[in-house]
């Protein structure tokens, strides 16, 4: 029989000799998992013998993530907001940059008074369940090209007990014309092309690449969602935008042109251009 602590010094040392940038955090939340204990109880209980299936289970889990998969697949588990959500290799991993979105649409949201919303690629359904979760007169829609990523969406809506408030579409967003809407929410794939391949192994190896190709420069998908925003959204109606880093110019350009007003640029954590908000006018 193994001891906690010994095979943690087994998982860390083969993270360490692999591609992750935290082999010991990585070691801890992957064992923590296994054993259903949380870190403090893993480093107080660290003497502790395993029995056989947890010390197969745990390599396993050793072996994924040194071959590059992402923790949050090999746990099929993500925190974003406050909320658990399901997560598979078929929908984006939610991140924290994400968080500003639902920052930026709780205020445009009042508490008692009902809002309609369409979130346009939906992918693990994170923001618009967070929200709906925080706003008990919102009603939802949500899209996705990808009925795959569709299905996820749906397992987390059941899980957080929204299936009644949230409507799921498979379609892409040129082709969605339901309803008018109060507030739009997006975070489109606005990667470039010639990017794409610098990305981390652990993103492009496995995470969906249509959740991040965003086309030769990186604003096609932008382009058609404000576009659509543009038709969907009522008169005063508004419209959060996740971007990348570098596009501030040429989305101000493109909601310009689709008749938003620009209401503000708002900087991710690592001071960034990544989130902007408009008004439909």
């Not at 008990?136 to 899209?143: C, E, R, S």
């Not at 795959?148 to 809506?157: G, Q």
Request: hydrophobic content about 40%; charged content about 30%; glycine content about 6%.
């Amino acid at each position: 029989m193994l001891k906690i602590n010994s095979l943690l010094i087994n998982g860390h040392k083969s993270l360490l000799e692999s591609s992750s940038k935290t082999p010991k955090l990585d070691a801890e939340i992957l064992l923590s998992n296994v054993l259903k204990k949380n870190l403090k109880e893993i480093i107080i209980d660290n003497k502790l013998n395993l029995n056989r299936s947890d010390i197969i289970r745990y390599k396993k889990f050793i072996k994924r993530r040194t071959c590059g998969e992402p923790i949050a697949y090999i746990l099929k588990k993500k925190e974003f907001w406050k909320y658990n959500f399901y997560v598979d290799k078929n929908v984006l991993i939610p991140r924290p940059d994400t968080e500003i979105i639902i920052e930026e649409s709780l205020k445009l949201l009042d508490i008692n008074k009902k809002k309609l919303v369409l979130d346009i690629g939906t992918g693990s359904g994170c923001i618009i369940i967070s929200l709906a979760n925080e706003r008990p007169n919102l009603i939802g829609t949500a899209i996705d090209i990808s009925k795959k990523a569709l299905k996820v969406a749906k397992t987390n809506a059941k899980m957080h007990q929204l299936l009644n408030r949230i409507k799921f579409y498979n379609s892409s967003v040129d082709n969605f014309f339901k309803g008018k809407y109060d507030l739009i929410i997006s975070n489109p794939p606005y990667i470039s092309n010639f990017k794409l391949k610098y990305l981390d192994k652990d993103i492009i190896g496995f995470e969906p690449l249509i959740s991040l190709n965003g086309g030769l420069d990186g604003s096609s998908v932008l382009n058609k969602v404000i576009k659509k925003s543009s038709s969907l959204l009522k008169i005063g109606g508004k419209l959060v935008l996740e971007i990348g880093y570098d596009q501030k110019q040429i989305v101000m350009k493109l909601l310009k042109k689709n008749g938003f007003f620009i209401n503000k640029i708002i900087k991710d954590y690592a001071n960034k251009d990544r989130c902007v908000t408009a008004t439909k006018m």
